[in-house]
């Protein structure tokens, strides 16, 4: 469907895309997710027009556009910031572009009436400035404006990051149903990882102008490609070297020479080790409380794990407490030293 080959972007002197390829699958919601400054929006950008590469290509449903003109690549973008005219009413920014299309006015008041009802919005919101809907409703409106001229592709750079925590929750859940309903191919840029693992069909990691990897949620998260994506991916704990040793010590194939990972919820606390895992001596130094689960810190005696733990409202360990935890090598995520890269 969509198809970046070999991207390269550059401003002046500075390369902000290295070589991009990227193959993008019709109905998929395929997100580009890193820090700020990665390269992200550039390949956004790139993708509808509004940046030419110095080389490379641009290809969508078998068609080249790589210098097709933006208005004519039929792809809704919804911008961070929306991009609606406060002044004007809903109905009319929905039925803005229509409008610059120069299609009757019953064709447009049967467009701008049926994607409204797509996306939640009322016939009294409909005639409402912009400006008198709430954060949520007026993203709302700019999906039903990228949606309502037909697009065959979507792209929307990070829509929910001017929402606040729950709203932004409730709204992704949203969004992905509409996905899911109109089946249209969705480009999604953020630099919010839950929300990546959340709505993605599959993710591109970006880092300093380059993909580390490309894969579904699961396999960023429990198979890395690299030591950047697994410590930009939710939270995890590096092994020290005399963790490494007593592991090594207890017949796990752990090679000390690599940068040893494993995330918080692959480690237990005070279970019965199967054949296939190892235990280790600690002490409960802090326990965060969050309802659904519980977050551990344990002092190993030479680094404090941090482990998460599903709450059964029974077996709830306090600071001072010993416990054991049990580690699975399988889970063990390695890479060699010196690339890591580290986002602050």
Same mark, same amino acid.
């Given at each position: 469907m969509i198809r970046l080959n070999n991207i390269?972007?550059?401003f002046d002197d500075f390369t902000a895309l290295?070589?991009?390829?990227?193959?993008v699958k019709e109905g998929e919601f395929f997100t580009f997710l890193g820090p700020s400054g990665c390269g992200k929006t550039t390949t956004l950008r790139t993708l509808t027009g509004f940046i030419e590469p110095v080389s490379g290509s /641009?290809?969508? +449903? !078998?068609?080249?556009?790589?210098?097709?003109?933006?208005?004519?690549?039929?792809?809704?973008? /919804?911008f961070q910031s929306y991009a609606l005219f406060p002044t004007m009413t809903v109905y009319d920014n929905i039925a803005f572009g229509l409008r610059v299309k120069k299609m009757k006015k019953a064709q447009v008041d049967e467009k701008v009436r049926e994607i409204a009802r797509k996306v939640d919005l009322s016939e009294d919101q409909l005639k409402k400035a912009v400006?008198?809907?709430? !954060?949520?409703?007026?993203?709302? /409106?700019? $999906? +039903?404006? +990228?949606l309502v001229t037909n697009p065959s592709i979507i792209c929307m750079d990070e829509p929910l990051s001017n929402l606040d925590a729950k709203l932004r929750v409730q709204l992704r859940n949203e969004l992905k149903k509409m996905q899911e309903d109109f089946g249209i191919t969705t480009i999604y840029v953020t630099h919010d990882q839950e929300e990546a693992l959340t709505l993605s069909d599959r993710i591109a990691v970006f880092n300093k102008g380059r993909i580390e990897q490309i894969g579904t949620p699961n396999e960023v998260y429990n198979h890395s490609s690299?030591?950047?994506?697994?410590?930009? $991916?939710?939270?995890?704990n590096r092994l020290s070297d005399p963790v490494v040793h007593a592991l090594r010590e207890k017949g796990a194939a752990v090679d000390p020479a690599l940068h040893n990972y494993v995330r918080l919820e692959r480690i237990h606390v005070n279970v019965t080790p199967r054949a296939d895992e190892?235990?280790?001596?600690?002490r409960v130094t802090k326990m965060e409380y969050y309802g659904l689960y519980i977050k551990y810190y344990i002092d190993l005696g030479c680094q404090i794990m941090k482990v998460i733990?599903?709450?059964?409202?029974?077996?709830?360990?306090?600071?001072?407490?010993?416990?054991?935890?049990?580690?699975?090598p399988g889970d063990i995520m390695a890479y060699p030293p010196g690339t890591e890269e580290v986002p602050l």
């Open positions: 390269t972007v550059k290295h070589n991009i390829s990227v193959h /641009v290809v969508a +449903a !078998g068609r080249d556009i790589t210098h097709v003109p933006i208005e004519e690549r039929n792809i809704g973008i /919804v400006s008198q809907l709430s !954060g949520g409703q007026q993203q709302r /409106v700019a $999906i +039903a404006r +990228a690299t030591e950047f994506v697994c410590n930009f $991916i939710g939270d995890i190892l235990e280790l001596p600690g733990e599903r709450n059964d409202g029974v077996n709830i360990y306090a600071a001072g407490q010993d416990v054991r935890i049990v580690i699975n």
